[in-house]
């Protein structure tokens, strides 16, 4: 996957895009090239470019690509498969394919290319365990990370320990609190503080066949 992540970010290297209205997080918006706009089309959600082959459509702001995959805007009639791909965008610029998935993915797997990555926007911190109520730091005798939680739809409290640059050091700390008994330990990941989900196989491809 890494090659064809690479393989991929040269093939479609472009200049990039600034979008002021973008919120600084890794979002993802389809870029339409067309003539007009679509009747459905929520001026809310488009961001319009004119270039000299016509307009260009910045559309929509998903946070997954689940979201944006599903997402598809209606298109106006004449526009083909060739004019629509789905572009990331990370601090209001566009960001190339590899990047966003370095992003959401295991950074560590990217340093291999030899990226450049704002590291300090990206941490992992180690989930251990659900209360009712909230906990105080001395009610976890092992645990000498800092913690925080945060409220589920439940209202209960899920609770985490420890800031790590690396999912590695997350990983090696989720391993100790499962020993010390925490058995659903797991790690989270976290984009300008914001947790996001990794990108499995299947997101993957589907992106690439949006990709120009």
């Known amino acids: 996957m890494i090659a064809i992540l690479a393989f991929v970010s040269v093939v479609n290297a472009q200049t990039k895009v600034y979008n002021p209205n973008l919120p600084t997080h890794l979002v993802f918006q389809w ?10 089309w929520n001026n809310d959600d488009m961001y319009v470019t004119r270039g000299p082959n016509g ?13 944006a995959l599903s997402s ?19 601090n209001r610029s566009s ?23 704002e590291r300090e926007s990206v941490s992992f911190t180690v989930y251990f365990e659900t ?6 730091m001395s009610s976890f ?27 590695d050091e997350a990983k ?20 300008n503080g914001q947790k996001v ?3 499995d196989e299947e997101q993957f491809y589907a992106y690439l066949d949006w990709i120009e």
């Not at 307009?55 to 979201?67: A, H, P, V």
């Not at 090696?172 to 058995?183: D, N």
């Open 95 to 117: 960001v190339s394919p590899v990047m966003a998935f370095a992003l959401l993915g295991n950074l560590n797997e990217f340093d291999r290319l030899g990226m450049e990555i």
């Open 197 to 199: 989900a990794m990108v």
């Open 172 to 191: 090696v700390y989720a391993e100790f609190l499962r020993s010390r008994g925490y058995q659903y330990a797991e790690v989270n990941k976290y984009l």
């Open 31 to 40: 870029k339409i090239k067309t003539d007009e706009v679509h009747a459905s």
């Open 55 to 67: 307009l260009e459509i910045f559309y929509g702001q998903y946070r997954t690509l689940d979201q």
């Open 141 to 167: 005798e092992v645990i000498e990370e800092e913690l925080s939680f945060e409220i589920t739809s439940n209202y209960n409290f899920a609770y985490s320990a420890g800031v790590f640059r690396s999912v």
């Open 131 to 136: 209360f009712d109520q909230p906990t105080s």
């Open 72 to 90: 598809l805007p209606e298109l106006p009639e004449g526009v083909n498969r060739s004019d629509v791909s789905l572009m990331p965008f990370f």
